[in-house]
């Protein structure tokens, strides 16, 4: 989202001041932006990353990367199907009036965090070797 914002990529698609005008409705007082920017940071590093830890040995793949590329495709399609129409901008952001590029977009950023994530995580564990007597 940093590189969305300096490069000015799709500009009108702001999915953090969505996130805050929910929040805001939730809980009847103006919320500050940086807690919808904190929200979002949180769940992409501990639950998402807690997630991850706990499912990485049934994830399709035996690379970290091919792993991490399965997860991100499952976590993309949850938001495409559920946090997109929370937040009112339709099925994987098709409501925005911006054709695909916010669905691309999306795509490509969830991967490329996950993709990560999943190389990280097979360099840093150890997976229990099979008994071969």
């Given at each position: 989202?940093?590189?969305?914002?300096?490069?000015?990529l799709?500009?009108?698609?702001?999915?953090?001041?969505?996130?805050?005008?929910?929040?805001t409705?939730?809980?009847?007082s103006a919320?500050?932006?940086?807690?919808?920017w904190?929200?979002s940071?949180f769940?992409?590093?501990?639950?998402?990353?807690?997630?991850?830890?706990q499912?990485?040995r049934?994830?399709p793949g035996?690379?970290?990367?091919?792993?991490g590329a399965?997860?991100?495709?499952?976590?993309?399609i949850?938001?495409?199907?559920?946090?997109?129409?929370a937040?009112?901008?339709?099925l994987?952001?098709?409501?925005?009036?911006?054709?695909?590029?916010p669905?691309?977009?999306?795509l490509l950023?969830?991967?490329?965090y996950s993709?990560?994530l999943?190389?990280?995580?097979?360099?840093?564990?150890?997976?229990?070797?099979?008994?071969?007597?």
């Open positions: 989202m940093t590189l969305k914002s300096w490069a000015h799709l500009p009108s698609f702001q999915p953090y001041d969505d996130l805050q005008i929910i929040l409705g939730l809980v009847g919320v500050h932006p940086v807690v919808a904190a929200l940071y769940n992409g590093s501990v639950v998402l990353g807690f997630l991850f830890g499912i990485y049934w994830l035996r690379s970290g990367a091919v792993k399965a997860f991100g495709l499952a976590v993309w949850v938001m495409g199907i559920f946090i997109f129409p937040l009112g901008k339709g994987f952001a098709s409501q925005t009036g911006l054709g695909f590029a669905t691309l977009f999306t950023m969830v991967l490329t993709v990560t999943g190389i990280a995580y097979s360099l840093f564990t150890t997976e229990p070797q099979e008994n071969s007597s």
